[in-house]
């Protein structure tokens, strides 16, 4: 597996002092070009923080984000600005200015980067309005007039305007009706193969990463619990908060057997995160142990990783 993006061991902290906040702690991961990387866990678990990290759009307290090879964590604007182009956010809000056209929104994306100048501009923003699924014509309407799911496409066809190879996706789904939402995947499930996009894929909606994820990685309190194939992570989770966060998640089969494991009130204050496991606190197999030390990721036969000092009895119980 080459990876296009080798994250290891990055961390994001806000704050200081009491009032420090360890959003993402030591997570190390690699996307292989081409791949839809998902990314889960709960609400604060340090999703978002670290798109914005590897895309160097906040800054890391330590680790390394190297795109195809080149480190990007320290680099200066300028030096980043020409590797911007290729790494590319698509939000849940696309926050569009409603004041402005839709053509003229991707013009100045194609101005900033130098792309497709003079007369070769129009055809361009025609060509990414129909890549997106819009129409041509649709380049003089102001943002204002475009239904939750065109403007998401908008949102879409702004970051492909840069001819990005890296997307980092947060939850571009969760502010869109379900029918909506159905559209937008089988537009990203089509841009990634007919541009060869590699994705990192920001979700709540496990079923919406199993459909269209290769590899999941899961998050608890700013670490990674589990790094999993896809097929194998729904299949049998091996850490017990991914098997948590798979039975706290609604079970499409009825007559499946009930959930052992779930998830009881909040995580605790990433404030004050436990010590060892982050998960010990809520962990039905958590041991003294586990207070005293932070388990490594270790490496599973089957293509799995998983940081659980228990893994080796926990996964043999499963089978
Ligand atoms: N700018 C900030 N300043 C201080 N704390 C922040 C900031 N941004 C995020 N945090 C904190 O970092 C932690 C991780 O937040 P983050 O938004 O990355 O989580 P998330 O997994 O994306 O959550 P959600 O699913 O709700 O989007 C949270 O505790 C959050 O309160
Ligand atoms: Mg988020």
Redesign the pocket.
Known sequence: MTAMLSVQDLSVE??RGARR?R?VRGVSFDVAAGETLGLV??????????GRAVLQLIQASGGSVRFEGRELIGLSQAQMRPLRRQVQMVFQDPSLNPRQRAGDMLAEVLSTHGLHPGAARAPRIAELLQLVGLKPEHASRFSHEFSGGQKQRLGIARALAAEPRFIVAD?PLSALDMSIQAQIVNLLIRLRQQLGLTLLF?S?DLDVVQYLCDRVVV?YL?RVMEIAPTGALFDKPAHPYTQALLAAAPIPDPGQAAPQVSLHGDPPS?LNPPSGCVFRTRCPHALAACAEQVPELSALPDGRWVACLRHTELHTELK
């Open positions: 806000f704050g906040v959003a866990g709960e609400s604060g678990s340090g999703k978002s923080t670290l939850e920001i709540h998050l700013g990433p």
